[in-house]
């Protein structure tokens, strides 16, 4: 699903209108007409107190179209307008005249209005700002939102959560309306999988109005959901005549003393998702650990007993994954500069061989273009320097990624994948996943796919999709506190039967994505 921009969606609307030929008081009717029935499908006529709070720009007309059919439906609905501009839009103006003909003429607040009673049991529809919002809320507003914010009424959102821009977090936090749910035309927005704004539009619902299948066909999205709808147009189920070799070489090359279980779970991660056959590259101590505890996977040693003193020579065809649990000690460092000069072709490098690429940013230039880094937030930090903000974050992974030719894995929630001056959103994924060995787990699946010859970004966006999905269904038995990395290893084998199957009840988003 694409993500699009403020401009996009103007001329979403734009081509819309003109495909169809119809007035922009048209859309709107049809939009908030979608808005209405979902809510009217919810409430069944309950005898609940609506409050609609309509802007003056075009978020605001579709507040009083949904306010109309209320009424026209038996409703009891009190209508506010947030005087905020004397600019009103035209379709605003228009669907307040029909309003008033229906006898229902709204109370205008401003700067001076007392804030209206709103009881807990009453349902709130924001329609005070849109994707129009280009400045802050004039302080009075931000006062009105906290307001329905603190009242503990049931907040329905339509298009943005009000106070909420598109491409920047707020000045102000408690100046956005918390929705309870947000129904938004056309796309998803980028703001709402950041985590310093999505706070504000947890739940989500995409509403299609009917807009221009040709514009949202060919719009070129700077950013896309990462869902199970876009992996498996990538996925490639097995078929009947193959064999391992068919499926590739993992190699995992990590561990240190002590974080021999890194490299572990990365190479049972690498053989869960299908790699033909898997070697770990460990120093020493890490020969007999593994050995017996993972029988399919074969064991490379390096002569340090602690830690790797050298990394072994491979092949150009060798598939690799390395960095976990390898420590940065000055014999790592400089047995992984010396292994990363030679190597041609993409890797894969987490944890502690990016700390290392780090510590030498002079030598970020190895890296052979197409690899895959998967950093978290921390690692990210230290690879691209502080952000400001969320968007600050973005810009500077999607800066990073393009000066290395390399596909940036940023895990974290929403995990998003930076490449070729695009981003993916993965939509899979649970705060379980924050616990010791998910990250090790992911480098292992994406080194697996890469081994059955995935090209680098198909692996790193199905490797993070199923990680994700894997961890939901790891959490969906375990609970998010006791879900473990082994735990998420085991779910893989669901995530891919999915992939096969029908889309399950709880993968809208994800099959939507
Ligand atoms: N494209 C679609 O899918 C459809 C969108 N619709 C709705 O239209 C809004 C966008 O409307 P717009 O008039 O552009 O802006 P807003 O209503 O979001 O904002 C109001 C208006 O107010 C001005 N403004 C911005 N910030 C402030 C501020 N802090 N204080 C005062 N005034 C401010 C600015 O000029 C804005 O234009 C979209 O979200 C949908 O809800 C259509 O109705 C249906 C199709
Ligand atoms: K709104």
Redesign the pocket.
């Known amino acids: 699903m694409k993500i699009l921009s403020r401009e996009q ?2 001329e ?2 734009r081509r819309t209108l003109s495909a169809e030929g119809i007035p ?1 008081e048209a ?2 009717e049809r ?2 007409t979608r808005v209405f029935d979902w809510l009217h499908a919810r409430l069944e006529g309950a005898p609940v107190p609506v409050f609609v709070f309509c ?8 507040g009083l179209v949904v306010a109309r059919h209320l009424l026209d439906h038996g409703y009891t609905v009190d209508v506010f307008v947030v005087d ?2 004397q ?1 009103r ?1 035209e ?1 605003f103006l228009t669907n307040l005249k029909r309003l008033k003909g229906r006898k229902k003429w709204p109370e205008y607040l401003d700067q001076g209005s007392p804030l209206p009673e709103i009881p807990a049991n009453g349902v709130i529809i924001d ?1 005070i ?10 302080p009075w ?1 931000a006062d009105l939102i906290r307001h329905l914010n603190s009242s503990g009424a049931f907040v329905l959102s ?3 959560p009000s106070g909420l821009y598109l491409h920047r977090v707020p000045e102000d936090p408690s100046a956005v309306v918390g929705a309870d749910v947000l129904l938004t ?2 796309a998803p927005k980028l703001v709402f999988f950041l985590p310093q704004t999505g706070v504000f539009a947890e739940r989500w619902e995409v509403l299609d ?1 009917g ?1 221009d299948p040709v514009y949202m066909e060919e719009a070129e999205a700077a950013y896309n959901l990462v869902g199970r709808e876009m992996v498996r147009t990538f996925y490639r189920p097995r078929t009947k005549f193959s064999h391992k070799g068919t499926y590739g070489h993992a190699l995992v090359l990590g561990g240190s003393h002590g974080k021999i279980g890194a490299v572990a779970l990365a190479a049972k991660a690498a053989l869960a998702s299908g790699a033909g056959l898997v070697t770990a590259c460990v120093p020493e101590c890490g020969y007999v650990p593994l050995q017996a505890q993972l029988p399919e996977v074969m064991v490379l040693t390096t002569p340090g007993f602690s830690e790797h003193t050298e990394l072994p020579d491979v092949g150009a065809a060798q598939v690799c994954g390395i960095g976990m649990g390898m420590g940065t000690g000055e014999p790592v460092q400089k047995a992984f500069l010396a292994w990363l000069e030679k190597m041609q072709t993409p890797v894969l490098l987490d944890a502690d061989a990016l700390n290392i690429l780090s510590l030498h940013p002079a030598d970020l230039h190895r890296i052979p273009g197409g690899s895959i880094l998967t950093p978290h937030p921390g690692e990210l930090k230290r690879l691209v320097g502080p952000w400001k903000d969320d968007f600050d974050k973005l810009e500077k992974a999607l800066v990073f990624a393009g000066a290395h030719k390399c596909i940036l894995v940023v895990k974290g929630a929403h995990t998003m994948v930076f490449a070729q001056g695009k981003g993916y959103v993965n939509t899979t994924g649970n705060p379980g996943m924050a616990t010791a060995g998910s990250g090790d787990v992911l480098s292992g699946m994406i080194t697996g796919l890469l081994a059955q010859g995935y090209e680098p970004l198909q692996a790193a966006l199905l490797g993070v999709y199923l990680h994700g999905r894997a961890g939901d269904l790891g959490a969906s038995r375990t609970g998010y506190e006791a879900l473990t990395a082994t735990e998420i290893i085991s779910s893989i084998s669901q995530a891919f039967l999915e992939l096969s199957g029908p889309a399950g009840p709880d993968q809208k988003h994800t099959a939507g994505g």
């Open positions: 969606f103007y979403a609307d922009g859309l709107m939009a908030a802007g003056v720009g075009n978020n605001g007309g579709d905020y501009s600019a839009s379709d329609a700002f849109g994707i129009g919002l280009n400045r802050p809320p004039d507003v339509i298009d943005m035309f056309m109005i807009q």
